[in-house]
């Protein structure tokens, strides 16, 4: 008896904090990958350009993997027995930065290209909303 009792009290708190965490992402706004689904959705997009942004998506995937052979760069990477060389960090790490600022400039930019003037539009508007405060 006492041992069922536990079991409701668990699976009850159990599902109590799983409906909490599934509430609690609903609130918090979409980004990164989910979030630019989302938009995409909202453009109506001919059947070819769909097929377009397979392809694109499909590219950036490939490159995706080809970047990961070259990761962030490690800090303990960086210290020697008498000190941590600053400059050469920074340059890794501005590097890394830059690779990955680039491609996804590359990958805007031949979104944009596929899309008409309405659904450039509607992109623009969209990124817009999306955005931090801090970047309005």
Not at 20 to 43: F, T, Y
Not at 48 to 76: G, H, M, S, T
């Amino acid at each position: 008896m006492k041992r069922s009792i536990m079991t409701i009290v668990l699976l009850a708190s159990l599902a109590g904090m799983g409906l909490q965490a599934d509430n609690s992402r609903h609130e918090m706004p979409q980004r990164g990958v989910q979030g630019m689904k989302m938009i995409l959705q909202d453009l109506n997009l001919s059947d070819a350009q769909k097929e377009q942004l397979r392809a694109l998506r499909a590219e950036k995937r490939a490159q995706r993997v080809a970047n990961a052979k070259d990761p962030r760069p490690n800090p303990a990477d960086f210290f020697s027995d008498k000190s941590f060389d600053k400059a050469a960090f920074i340059a890794r790490a501005c590097e890394h930065f830059q690779r990955r600022l680039e491609a996804r400039a590359d990958f805007l930019e031949k979104l944009y290209a596929i899309l008409d003037s309405d659904q450039r539009k509607t992109l623009q508007e969209a990124l817009r909303r999306r955005a931090p405060k801090r970047m309005r």
